[in-house]
């Protein structure tokens, strides 16, 4: 993929060079010609062709977020099961859920 980039800029290089140094040619024509056929065109191919790449990593990143949220999880759980659980005005039943979680949300059957 970094290949094809390459030869691209080279080739686009050489036009803007060509255009330069030619004698109806202007250095601004030169630079416009190195944007508009080389760095905006291969900008956006390159975006594209790295969008499966980027969709791996970000799943990868889940995948190990979610991991690591469960095995903390289950650290918890076990840290509570063998200490001893204090009660106090966070926790007022005792049962171990944050404070917001003290009352379970009412189901409704229809």
């Known amino acids: 993929m970094y290949l094809i980039a390459i030869a691209w800029i080279y080739v686009v290089l050489m036009m803007a060079l060509a255009e330069a140094l030619s004698a109806q040619g ?3 024509g030169a630079i416009f010609t190195f944007v508009l056929y080389g760095c905006l065109p291969l900008s956006i191919v390159m975006y594209l062709l790295g969008t499966p790449m980027r ?9 190990q977020q979610t991991s690591s949220a469960a095995e903390a999880a289950a650290s918890s759980v076990t840290a509570q ?30």
Do not use: H, I, N, Y
């Open 26 to 28: 202007t250095v601004l």
């Open 55 to 63: 969709r791996r990593a970000r799943l990868a990143a889940e995948a």
């Open 81 to 110: 099961q063998t200490a001893p659980v204090e009660t106090s005005a966070a926790q007022p039943d005792g049962d171990g859920l944050a404070p917001g979680d003290a009352v379970a949300p009412k189901r409704e059957e229809r």
